[in-house]
């Protein structure tokens, strides 16, 4: 929208009768609206890189830097499915994976994994057990195991899954480690029987 200019207004002098011009200048809307939208710009950056570094301030824990070990949730997870509780015991076994995937442990990834497995009645593609096992074999490439890639390869066989098993085979390279000691645990013959 365009400001309309008001007209001129002329004034008569009372004290001798001249006339004087007054010119009313319209006002600079536009230039106002410009500095609006600046403000709000500059908010519309502000606002999020705020909310960024709050949240990643809030993540930070400067108390204990030190990631929790999965191994003790597990344990929790194997007592409440013993006592019944399902539903508790699916939660700390989801809880444990998560733990296991901060500290990149593909063990403990394939070992909540097997236990939810165990409680999962429906079987799909994209069940929790899938993401752990997934999760597992990132876990494992990270780290360059050779255990780790052929546990989750035998996890996911087990599950029926053969063309993603022989992907996670195809990605093992010759120079990758084996860990022995891993795999006696987490390949045990219980876990991935159809």
């Keep these: 929208?365009?400001?309309?200019?008001?007209?001129?207004?002329?004034?008569?002098?009372?004290?001798?009768?001249?006339?004087?011009?007054?010119?009313?200048?319209?006002?600079?809307?536009?230039?106002?609206?410009?500095?609006?939208?600046?403000?709000?710009?500059?908010?519309a950056v502000l606002v999020p890189v705020l909310f960024l570094g709050?949240?990643?301030w809030m993540r930070r824990d400067f108390r204990n830097p030190e990631i929790p070990?999965?191994?003790?949730?597990?344990?929790?997870?194997?007592?409440a499915q013993e006592k019944g509780d399902l539903y508790y015991a699916k939660s700390l076994y989801s809880q444990a994976g998560r733990l296991a995937a901060l500290r990149e442990d593909w063990a403990g990834l394939a070992a909540a994994a097997c236990a939810m497995n165990k409680l999962d009645k429906q079987?799909?593609?994209?069940?929790?057990?899938?993401?752990?096992?997934?999760?597992?074999?990132?876990a494992a490439?990270?780290?360059?195991?050779?255990?780790?890639?052929?546990?989750?390869a035998k996890a996911f066989a087990g599950l029926g899954e053969s063309e993603v098993a022989s992907m996670v085979l195809s990605r093992i390279q010759k120079n990758w480690v084996e860990e022995a000691n891993y795999s006696a645990n987490v390949l045990s013959s219980g876990c991935w029987a159809n």
């Design 123 to 138: 079987k799909s593609r994209y069940s929790p057990t899938n993401a752990l096992l997934l999760r597992a074999m990132i």
């Design 69 to 79: 070990d999965w191994k003790p949730v597990l344990a929790l997870a194997n007592t």
């Design 54 to 56: 709050a949240l990643a």
């Design 1 to 43: 929208m365009h400001s309309i200019a008001r007209p001129s207004v002329f004034h008569q002098n009372h004290s001798g009768g001249s006339e004087t011009l007054t010119i009313v200048q319209p006002r600079s809307e536009p230039n106002h609206r410009a500095q609006s939208w600046r403000g709000v710009a500059y908010l």
């Design 141 to 152: 490439e990270t780290k360059q195991s050779r255990s780790g890639m052929a546990a989750v």
